[in-house]
T-cell receptor, first 114, second 115 residues
Framework: AQSVSQHNHHVILSEAASLELGCNYSYGGTVNLFWYVQYPGQHLQLLLKYFSGDPLVKGIKGFEAEFIKSKFSFNLRKPSVQWSDTAEYFCAVNRNTGGFKTIFGAGTRLFVKA | GAVVSQHPSRVICKSGTSVKIECRSLDFQATTMFWYRQFPKKSLMLMATSNEGSKATYEQGVEKDKFLINHASLTLSTLTVTSAHPEDSSFYIC???????????FGPGTRLTVT
């Protein structure tokens, strides 16, 4: 079965530290990849997405992610986090063959200390 | 931008009653809408996929008679939790897929509490 794994469930960083959140998926076909963010009390927002082309994707708020097909990975990065980045981050994968379905990872809760 | 709304944002109901949650795509047409359930400190669990004008496709383990989904138009899908139990208390989130697109737009969620 298709699955998405996020390696870190909780991450605590100080401001200005660098961030990398791991995401691996199990599906071998052509996929679309997403990172969503959920700030406290708010709904899911799209951070960035990869459909095709340059495997290094830049999103909003200084986030980027790199698609490495050989590793089935789509890790999220930010060089210098801010207190306002405190949120929960979800990696998601979908495909549009055999029915459209998005599978979400378990989420990583990031807390940035001021 | 693509905006998806949900109504109500919060609802409290008594055991045994039914509650309806609406999901609307405000500025685009959505042939497909999805209903998710989010447990505390957990990820989103896909409950069902609804296509306009046809029956919803439910995920394994989701009771279709308990969670009734209707997608009557290209901008509206509803989820009705029938004969609610306290264990149905959760955060329900809908999302909509723009016609011809691959990106889902999420609603703000509805917190259901069954007493």
């Amino acid at each position: 079965a298709q699955s998405v794994s996020q390696h870190n469930h909780h991450v605590i960083l100080s401001e200005a530290a660098s961030l990398e959140l791991g995401c691996n998926y199990s599906y071998g076909g052509t996929v679309n990849l997403f990172w969503y963010v959920q700030y406290p009390g708010q709904h899911l927002q799209l951070l960035l997405k990869y459909f095709s082309g340059d495997p290094l994707v830049k999103g909003i708020k200084g986030f980027e992610a790199e698609f490495i097909k050989s590793k089935f990975s789509f890790n999220l990065r930010k060089p210098s986090v801010q207190w306002s980045d405190t949120a929960e981050y979800f990696c998601a994968v979908n495909r549009n063959t055999g029915g459209f379905k998005t599978i979400f990872g378990a989420g990583t809760r990031l807390f940035v200390k001021a | 931008g693509a905006v998806v709304s949900q109504h109500p944002s919060r609802v409290i109901c008594k055991s045994g009653t039914s509650v309806k949650i609406e999901c609307r795509s405000l500025d685009f047409q959505a042939t497909t809408m999805f209903w998710y359930r989010q447990f505390p400190k957990k990820s989103l669990m896909l409950m069902a996929t609804s296509n306009e004008g046809s029956k919803a496709t439910y995920e394994q383990g989701v009771e279709k008679d308990k969670f009734l989904i209707n997608h009557a138009s290209l901008t509206l899908s509803t989820l009705t939790v029938t004969s609610a139990h306290p264990e149905d208390s959760s955060f329900y989130i809908c999302s909509a897929l723009r016609q011809g697109g691959y990106e889902q737009y999420f609603g703000p969620g509805t917190r259901l509490t069954v007493t």
